[in-house]
């Protein structure tokens, strides 16, 4: 905490930069897999992904400021989650590094039945672990046409309304 005495900072904080990790080290498009290192922020990798024909599909609001590496140890969501999935619905393989060595899966699959997954202490673990440095994740295609619009409700409330029925 904050020493009440003095108004200074008591605890040992630790800031990594991770901008130079941010290649893609391959895209399998037969499996619709790409393995990426986790500093790249990630309007960065949208833009590397399309290069190739594909999205990732994670949409944050902090989009253009947050990495890959960043979302998973927030367990973060994005504005597509009802398309794509959140981060955890994405991730098929972690690597973090931590003080006593390197946690990963021994496979590459987006799902197995041997007991808990490690990814479940990994996703959401804010950094207090390790640090995430590589993830391999699901990849979709380009959609073949992208279209935006919106709606103008009269009021708040007829907005919320809508919502509700679309919804169901």
């Known amino acids: 905490g904050i020493n009440a005495e003095y108004g200074e900072e008591t605890r040992t904080i630790v800031s990594l930069d991770m901008t130079e990790m941010n290649r893609i080290h391959w895209i399998d498009p037969e499996n619709l897999m790409a393995h990426i290192e986790a500093g790249i922020i990630g309007q960065d990798l949208e833009k590397k992904l399309e290069r190739e024909g594909f999205t990732m599909g994670h949409q944050p609001d902090s989009l253009e400021f947050s990495s890959l590496g960043g979302w998973v140890a927030t367990r973060a969501s994005g504005m597509k989650k009802n398309i794509y999935g959140n981060i955890e619905d994405i991730v098929v393989r972690i690597r973090m590094v931590t003080a006593k060595g390197t946690i990963e899966k021994s496979c590459q699959v987006p799902r197995i039945s ?55």
């Open 114 to 168: 041997a007991g808990p997954d490690i990814h479940e202490f990994i996703l959401g673990s804010e950094g207090t672990l390790g640090v995430v440095t590589e993830v391999t994740v699901k990849i979709k295609p380009l959609p073949e046409c992208t279209k935006f619009g919106s709606l103008i409700f009269p009021d708040f409330e007829k907005g919320i309304k809508f919502m509700q029925e679309v919804s169901r």
